[in-house]
Protein backbone atom coordinates (compact mmCIF):
# COMPACT_ATOMS: atom_id res chain seq x y z
CA UNK A 1 0.00 0.00 0.00
CA UNK A 2 1.28 3.54 -0.97
CA UNK A 3 2.03 5.84 1.88
CA UNK A 4 0.30 9.00 1.71
CA UNK A 5 1.96 12.16 3.23
CA UNK A 6 0.66 15.96 3.25
CA UNK A 7 3.00 18.63 2.86
CA UNK A 8 0.83 21.72 4.89
CA UNK A 9 2.55 25.08 4.01
CA UNK A 10 1.30 28.25 5.60
CA UNK A 11 0.65 31.48 3.63
CA UNK A 12 3.21 34.62 4.64
CA UNK A 13 2.93 33.12 7.79
CA UNK A 14 4.36 35.49 10.03
CA UNK A 15 2.39 38.40 7.76
CA UNK A 16 -0.65 36.75 7.80
CA UNK A 17 -0.57 36.45 11.64
CA UNK A 18 -0.05 40.08 11.38
CA UNK A 19 -2.63 40.90 9.55
CA UNK A 20 -4.94 39.21 11.08
CA UNK A 21 -4.34 40.32 14.25
CA UNK A 22 -4.18 44.58 12.73
CA UNK A 23 -7.16 44.87 10.39
CA UNK A 24 -5.51 47.89 9.19
CA UNK A 25 -3.17 45.60 7.41
CA UNK A 26 -5.79 43.51 5.20
CA UNK A 27 -5.05 43.92 1.65
CA UNK A 28 -2.26 46.15 2.37
CA UNK A 29 1.58 45.73 1.01
CA UNK A 30 3.68 44.84 4.12
CA UNK A 31 6.75 42.97 5.70
CA UNK A 32 7.89 41.73 8.77
CA UNK A 33 11.16 43.16 9.45
CA UNK A 34 13.22 42.44 12.78
CA UNK A 35 13.85 45.08 15.10
CA UNK A 36 17.40 45.70 14.10
CA UNK A 37 18.07 48.60 11.63
CA UNK A 38 20.05 46.62 9.29
CA UNK A 39 17.27 44.01 9.41
CA UNK A 40 16.34 41.89 6.05
CA UNK A 41 12.55 41.12 5.22
CA UNK A 42 11.46 37.93 7.24
CA UNK A 43 8.07 37.61 5.65
CA UNK A 44 6.85 40.03 3.16
CA UNK A 45 2.36 39.73 2.31
CA UNK A 46 1.19 38.47 -0.82
CA UNK A 47 0.52 41.90 -1.43
CA UNK A 48 3.99 43.29 -1.50
CA UNK A 49 4.89 40.12 -2.98
CA UNK A 50 3.04 41.49 -6.07
CA UNK A 51 5.46 44.68 -6.38
CA UNK A 52 8.50 42.02 -6.59
CA UNK A 53 9.34 42.15 -2.91
CA UNK A 54 11.13 39.00 -1.49
CA UNK A 55 12.17 37.23 1.66
CA UNK A 56 15.77 38.23 2.06
CA UNK A 57 15.66 42.02 0.66
CA UNK A 58 16.52 44.96 2.41
CA UNK A 59 13.72 47.39 3.72
CA UNK A 60 15.80 50.54 1.13
CA UNK A 61 15.42 47.58 -2.06
CA UNK A 62 11.65 47.01 -0.95
CA UNK A 63 10.97 50.76 -0.88
CA UNK A 64 12.47 51.38 -3.88
CA UNK A 65 9.97 48.28 -5.48
CA UNK A 66 6.96 49.08 -3.38
CA UNK A 67 7.25 52.74 -1.97
CA UNK A 68 3.86 52.28 0.54
CA UNK A 69 5.04 49.09 1.78
CA UNK A 70 4.66 48.62 5.47
CA UNK A 71 7.35 47.10 7.83
CA UNK A 72 5.93 45.45 10.81
CA UNK A 73 8.46 44.45 13.56
CA UNK A 74 8.25 40.73 13.70
CA UNK A 75 7.09 38.46 17.11
CA UNK A 76 8.63 35.11 17.37
CA UNK A 77 6.96 34.22 20.41
CA UNK A 78 3.41 34.78 18.31
CA UNK A 79 4.57 32.97 16.02
CA UNK A 80 5.75 29.84 17.83
CA UNK A 81 2.68 29.60 20.00
CA UNK A 82 0.85 29.65 16.67
CA UNK A 83 2.78 27.18 15.25
CA UNK A 84 1.76 24.70 18.90
CA UNK A 85 -1.42 26.11 17.98
CA UNK A 86 -1.69 24.62 14.19
CA UNK A 87 -0.03 21.05 15.47
CA UNK A 88 -3.00 20.74 17.96
CA UNK A 89 -5.19 20.63 14.95
CA UNK A 90 -3.40 18.46 12.88
CA UNK A 91 -3.33 15.95 15.81
CA UNK A 92 -6.78 15.18 14.86
CA UNK A 93 -6.16 13.85 11.76
CA UNK A 94 -3.10 11.83 12.92
CA UNK A 95 0.00 11.34 15.43
CA UNK A 96 2.39 11.19 12.63
CA UNK A 97 3.46 14.80 11.79
CA UNK A 98 6.55 16.14 11.25
CA UNK A 99 7.11 19.97 12.17
CA UNK A 100 9.47 20.59 9.33
CA UNK A 101 10.15 24.42 10.11
CA UNK A 102 8.03 26.77 12.06
CA UNK A 103 5.42 26.68 9.15
CA UNK A 104 5.92 23.76 7.40
CA UNK A 105 3.99 20.18 8.55
CA UNK A 106 4.33 16.94 7.43
CA UNK A 107 1.31 14.69 8.17
CA UNK A 108 1.64 10.91 7.27
CA UNK A 109 -2.21 9.74 7.00
CA UNK A 110 -1.50 6.37 5.61
CA UNK A 111 -3.21 5.06 8.70
CA UNK A 112 -5.70 6.95 9.84
CA UNK A 113 -6.95 8.09 6.31
CA UNK A 114 -9.67 5.81 6.13
CA UNK A 115 -11.54 7.54 9.09
CA UNK A 116 -12.02 10.68 7.37
CA UNK A 117 -12.52 9.67 3.47
CA UNK A 118 -9.87 10.36 0.82
CA UNK A 119 -6.50 12.18 1.44
CA UNK A 120 -8.53 15.63 -0.70
CA UNK A 121 -11.58 15.12 2.32
CA UNK A 122 -8.64 15.20 4.88
CA UNK A 123 -6.95 18.10 3.47
CA UNK A 124 -9.88 19.76 3.35
CA UNK A 125 -11.01 19.64 6.59
CA UNK A 126 -7.41 20.49 7.91
CA UNK A 127 -7.11 23.55 5.86
CA UNK A 128 -11.00 24.67 6.93
CA UNK A 129 -9.94 23.89 10.62
CA UNK A 130 -6.99 26.16 10.68
CA UNK A 131 -8.83 29.07 8.65
CA UNK A 132 -11.78 28.83 11.06
CA UNK A 133 -9.95 28.49 14.19
CA UNK A 134 -7.11 30.86 13.78
CA UNK A 135 -8.27 32.45 11.03
CA UNK A 136 -5.00 31.84 8.58
CA UNK A 137 -4.25 30.63 5.26
CA UNK A 138 -2.52 27.59 4.06
CA UNK A 139 -1.51 25.38 1.05
CA UNK A 140 -1.32 21.70 1.26
CA UNK A 141 0.12 19.04 -1.03
CA UNK A 142 -0.46 15.44 -1.45
CA UNK A 143 1.83 12.75 -2.84
CA UNK A 144 2.91 9.67 -2.07
CA UNK A 145 6.23 10.77 -0.47
CA UNK A 146 7.84 13.69 0.99
CA UNK A 147 9.37 15.34 -1.60
CA UNK A 148 6.82 14.71 -4.03
CA UNK A 149 4.74 16.70 -1.14
CA UNK A 150 5.98 19.32 -0.74
CA UNK A 151 6.47 20.12 -4.54
CA UNK A 152 2.61 19.61 -4.89
CA UNK A 153 2.70 22.42 -1.78
CA UNK A 154 4.48 24.41 -4.09
CA UNK A 155 1.79 24.38 -6.57
CA UNK A 156 -0.92 24.85 -4.39
CA UNK A 157 0.12 28.21 -3.61
CA UNK A 158 -1.10 30.39 -2.09
CA UNK A 159 -4.30 28.85 -0.49
CA UNK A 160 -4.99 25.60 -2.47
CA UNK A 161 -4.52 21.82 -2.59
CA UNK A 162 -3.16 19.77 -5.06
CA UNK A 163 -2.47 16.00 -5.16
CA UNK A 164 0.47 14.67 -7.04
CA UNK A 165 -0.47 10.98 -8.05
CA UNK A 166 2.42 8.67 -9.22
CA UNK A 167 1.46 7.86 -12.26
CA UNK A 168 1.44 11.80 -12.83
CA UNK A 169 4.93 12.78 -11.75
CA UNK A 170 7.17 12.03 -15.23
CA UNK A 171 4.47 14.21 -17.29
CA UNK A 172 4.19 16.94 -14.66
CA UNK A 173 8.48 16.73 -13.84
CA UNK A 174 9.41 17.12 -17.70
CA UNK A 175 8.69 20.80 -18.02
CA UNK A 176 9.19 21.85 -14.43
CA UNK A 177 12.70 23.43 -14.09
CA UNK A 178 15.18 22.02 -11.72
CA UNK A 179 15.55 24.23 -9.19
CA UNK A 180 11.33 24.38 -8.05
CA UNK A 181 12.58 20.87 -6.32
CA UNK A 182 13.20 20.90 -2.88
CA UNK A 183 16.91 19.65 -2.13
CA UNK A 184 18.61 21.21 -5.40
CA UNK A 185 19.56 24.39 -4.43
CA UNK A 186 21.38 27.44 -6.15
CA UNK A 187 24.66 26.00 -6.58
CA UNK A 188 23.64 23.00 -8.06
CA UNK A 189 21.23 24.29 -10.30
CA UNK A 190 23.73 26.66 -12.05
CA UNK A 191 25.81 23.31 -12.27
CA UNK A 192 23.19 21.47 -13.46
CA UNK A 193 22.41 24.24 -15.90
CA UNK A 194 26.47 25.13 -17.55
CA UNK A 195 25.42 20.71 -18.60
CA UNK A 196 22.64 21.87 -20.48
CA UNK A 197 20.07 20.35 -17.78
CA UNK A 198 17.20 23.01 -17.47
CA UNK A 199 14.57 20.65 -16.60
CA UNK A 200 13.66 17.59 -14.19
CA UNK A 201 12.96 15.80 -17.63
CA UNK A 202 16.30 16.94 -18.51
CA UNK A 203 17.76 15.42 -15.48
CA UNK A 204 16.01 12.25 -15.39
CA UNK A 205 17.26 11.71 -18.60
CA UNK A 206 21.02 11.54 -17.67
CA UNK A 207 22.81 8.56 -16.57
CA UNK A 208 22.95 8.01 -13.15
CA UNK A 209 27.22 7.28 -13.17
CA UNK A 210 28.09 9.87 -14.88
CA UNK A 211 26.02 12.44 -12.18
CA UNK A 212 27.95 10.13 -9.42
CA UNK A 213 31.38 10.81 -11.54
CA UNK A 214 30.14 15.01 -11.29
CA UNK A 215 28.43 15.45 -7.89
CA UNK A 216 29.99 12.24 -6.00
CA UNK A 217 27.01 10.40 -3.41
CA UNK A 218 24.83 13.12 -3.92
CA UNK A 219 24.77 12.72 -7.99
CA UNK A 220 22.73 9.50 -7.21
CA UNK A 221 20.14 11.37 -5.02
CA UNK A 222 19.70 13.90 -7.92
CA UNK A 223 19.17 10.74 -10.06
CA UNK A 224 16.64 9.55 -7.67
CA UNK A 225 14.45 12.96 -6.80
CA UNK A 226 14.24 13.24 -11.00
CA UNK A 227 11.96 10.20 -10.45
CA UNK A 228 10.32 11.39 -8.15
CA UNK A 229 11.53 8.71 -5.21
CA UNK A 230 12.19 9.26 -2.05
CA UNK A 231 11.83 7.00 1.18
CA UNK A 232 12.65 9.75 4.49
CA UNK A 233 10.12 8.64 6.75
CA UNK A 234 7.75 11.39 8.25
CA UNK A 235 9.58 12.21 11.81
CA UNK A 236 6.64 12.62 14.71
CA UNK A 237 7.35 15.35 17.07
CA UNK A 238 9.77 13.80 19.75
CA UNK A 239 11.52 11.10 17.87
CA UNK A 240 13.61 13.75 15.68
CA UNK A 241 16.94 13.62 16.80
CA UNK A 242 18.21 15.95 19.35
CA UNK A 243 20.05 18.85 18.39
CA UNK A 244 24.03 18.14 18.15
CA UNK A 245 25.10 21.68 19.33
CA UNK A 246 23.28 24.90 20.98
CA UNK A 247 23.97 28.42 19.32
CA UNK A 248 23.02 31.81 19.09
CA UNK A 249 24.51 35.03 17.62
CA UNK A 250 23.94 38.65 16.90
CA UNK A 251 23.84 40.91 14.07
CA UNK A 252 24.96 43.91 14.94
CA UNK A 253 23.03 47.11 14.55
CA UNK A 254 26.11 49.00 13.55
CA UNK A 255 29.77 47.22 12.66
CA UNK A 256 31.80 47.48 15.45
CA UNK A 257 35.50 46.63 16.61
CA UNK A 258 35.08 47.70 20.48
CA UNK A 259 36.15 45.20 22.66
CA UNK A 260 34.03 46.43 25.61
CA UNK A 261 31.09 46.19 23.55
CA UNK A 262 32.09 43.06 22.23
CA UNK A 263 32.65 41.39 25.41
CA UNK A 264 29.20 42.38 26.50
CA UNK A 265 27.70 40.79 23.72
CA UNK A 266 29.45 37.49 24.47
CA UNK A 267 28.53 37.41 27.88
CA UNK A 268 24.65 37.52 27.01
CA UNK A 269 25.35 35.22 23.90
CA UNK A 270 27.15 32.91 26.31
CA UNK A 271 23.99 33.09 28.97
CA UNK A 272 21.81 32.52 26.31
CA UNK A 273 23.50 28.95 25.08
CA UNK A 274 23.83 28.40 29.04
CA UNK A 275 20.26 28.86 29.95
CA UNK A 276 19.51 26.02 26.43
CA UNK A 277 22.05 23.84 27.85
CA UNK A 278 20.50 23.81 31.29
CA UNK A 279 16.79 23.50 30.41
CA UNK A 280 17.95 20.23 28.61
CA UNK A 281 19.71 18.75 31.27
CA UNK A 282 23.21 19.27 28.93
CA UNK A 283 27.01 20.40 28.81
CA UNK A 284 29.16 21.70 26.00
CA UNK A 285 32.54 20.21 25.76
CA UNK A 286 33.66 22.73 23.17
CA UNK A 287 33.02 26.00 22.70
CA UNK A 288 32.81 27.65 18.91
CA UNK A 289 32.91 31.27 18.66
CA UNK A 290 31.69 32.63 15.31
CA UNK A 291 32.69 35.87 14.12
CA UNK A 292 32.11 37.96 10.70
CA UNK A 293 33.27 40.76 9.81
CA UNK A 294 31.84 44.03 8.07
CA UNK A 295 32.98 42.59 4.41
CA UNK A 296 31.22 39.14 5.44
CA UNK A 297 34.57 37.24 5.66
CA UNK A 298 33.21 34.89 8.38
CA UNK A 299 36.04 33.24 11.02
CA UNK A 300 35.22 30.46 13.40
CA UNK A 301 37.67 28.96 16.40
CA UNK A 302 37.04 26.70 18.60
CA UNK A 303 38.38 25.31 22.26
CA UNK A 304 37.85 22.07 23.77
CA UNK A 305 36.96 22.36 27.52
CA UNK A 306 38.56 19.69 30.01
CA UNK A 307 35.31 19.06 31.24
CA UNK A 308 31.93 19.42 29.83
CA UNK A 309 30.02 22.80 31.19
CA UNK A 310 26.40 24.63 31.30
CA UNK A 311 27.56 27.13 33.49
CA UNK A 312 27.44 30.83 31.66
CA UNK A 313 30.40 32.35 33.28
CA UNK A 314 32.79 29.46 32.45
CA UNK A 315 31.21 29.59 28.33
CA UNK A 316 31.78 33.32 28.87
CA UNK A 317 35.38 32.78 29.46
CA UNK A 318 36.07 30.50 26.90
CA UNK A 319 34.34 32.29 24.25
CA UNK A 320 36.28 35.38 25.39
CA UNK A 321 39.17 33.74 25.44
CA UNK A 322 38.87 32.89 22.04
CA UNK A 323 38.19 36.03 21.00
CA UNK A 324 41.25 38.14 22.48
CA UNK A 325 43.46 35.49 20.09
CA UNK A 326 41.66 36.59 16.97
CA UNK A 327 43.80 39.57 15.78
CA UNK A 328 40.86 41.94 14.46
CA UNK A 329 41.31 43.39 10.63
CA UNK A 330 37.80 44.95 10.47
CA UNK A 331 34.90 45.97 12.30
CA UNK A 332 32.83 42.97 13.30
CA UNK A 333 29.24 42.66 11.89
CA UNK A 334 28.03 39.23 13.76
CA UNK A 335 28.67 37.66 16.88
CA UNK A 336 27.78 34.03 17.85
CA UNK A 337 28.75 31.19 20.27
CA UNK A 338 27.55 27.52 20.22
CA UNK A 339 28.28 25.05 22.63
CA UNK A 340 29.07 21.35 20.30
CA UNK A 341 29.94 18.12 21.48
CA UNK A 342 27.03 17.53 24.13
CA UNK A 343 26.71 15.47 27.15
CA UNK A 344 23.85 14.48 29.23
CA UNK A 345 24.47 16.03 32.80
CA UNK A 346 25.47 18.98 34.14
CA UNK A 347 27.43 20.79 36.91
CA UNK A 348 24.71 19.83 39.58
CA UNK A 349 27.20 16.73 39.70
CA UNK A 350 29.86 18.37 40.00
CA UNK A 351 32.43 17.72 43.46
CA UNK A 352 33.59 21.34 43.68
CA UNK A 353 31.82 23.77 46.20
CA UNK A 354 32.20 26.51 44.01
CA UNK A 355 31.20 25.06 40.99
CA UNK A 356 27.89 24.09 43.16
CA UNK A 357 27.28 27.34 43.88
CA UNK A 358 27.20 28.48 40.28
CA UNK A 359 24.37 25.77 39.14
CA UNK A 360 22.36 26.67 42.34
CA UNK A 361 22.75 30.79 41.30
CA UNK A 362 21.98 29.21 37.64
CA UNK A 363 18.92 27.63 38.61
CA UNK A 364 17.54 30.15 40.58
CA UNK A 365 17.86 33.05 37.70
CA UNK A 366 16.54 30.29 35.07
CA UNK A 367 13.53 29.62 37.31
CA UNK A 368 13.08 33.38 37.63
CA UNK A 369 13.25 34.51 34.17
CA UNK A 370 11.46 31.18 32.95
CA UNK A 371 8.33 32.37 35.50
CA UNK A 372 8.18 35.76 35.13
CA UNK A 373 10.46 37.59 32.02
CA UNK A 374 13.18 36.17 29.73
CA UNK A 375 15.10 39.27 30.72
CA UNK A 376 13.65 40.16 34.27
CA UNK A 377 17.38 39.13 35.70
CA UNK A 378 20.42 39.66 34.14
CA UNK A 379 24.14 40.63 34.35
CA UNK A 380 24.72 44.40 35.67
CA UNK A 381 27.32 45.17 32.46
CA UNK A 382 24.20 44.43 30.18
CA UNK A 383 22.71 47.50 31.24
CA UNK A 384 23.51 50.31 28.71
CA UNK A 385 23.71 47.69 26.11
CA UNK A 386 21.02 47.74 22.99
CA UNK A 387 18.56 44.77 23.26
CA UNK A 388 18.49 42.87 20.27
CA UNK A 389 15.28 41.06 18.45
CA UNK A 390 14.93 37.39 19.44
CA UNK A 391 15.06 35.36 16.36
CA UNK A 392 13.35 31.63 15.78
CA UNK A 393 16.17 29.69 14.47
CA UNK A 394 15.44 27.13 11.80
CA UNK A 395 15.95 23.97 13.79
CA UNK A 396 13.20 26.03 16.11
CA UNK A 397 10.80 22.95 17.25
CA UNK A 398 7.51 23.40 19.76
CA UNK A 399 9.46 20.29 22.12
CA UNK A 400 12.23 19.23 22.95
CA UNK A 401 16.18 20.80 23.23
CA UNK A 402 14.99 22.64 20.16
CA UNK A 403 12.51 24.95 21.54
CA UNK A 404 13.97 27.89 22.47
Given at each position: M ?19 D ?8 M ?8 T ?5 S ?5 YGV ?10 L ?8 T ?5 Y ?7 A????AFT ?7 I?E ?5 T ?6 G ?5 A ?17 G ?5 L????A??K ?12 DVA ?5 T?V ?22 G????C?P ?9 K ?8 D?I ?10 E ?10 T ?14 L?E ?12 ALS ?11 S ?5 RQ?A ?10 IYH ?23 R ?8 S????D????R??K??D ?11 FF????DK??H ?16
Open positions: DTTILHIDMDAFFASIEQRNPSLLAKPAIVGSNARVLVSPYEARDKTGMTKHQAKLCPDIVFVGNTDKASVCSDIKILYPDIEISSDFFLDINTMHLFTAEDVRDAKKRIGKQLGLSSSIIAHNKLAKFSEAKPGGIYCLKREDVFKNKGELCGIGKKTREQLNLMGIETLDLRRNAQLKHLFGVGLTLSLMAGDDSPVVPVGTDEAKSMGHSIFKEDTADANLLSRYLLAEMVGRRLRKSAGTIRLTLRYKFQTITKLTSPTDDTRATARLILQGIALKEPVRLLGITGSLSAGSASGLFQQMKRYINVLSINERFNHHALASLLDKSKVISPAWRPAGNRNY
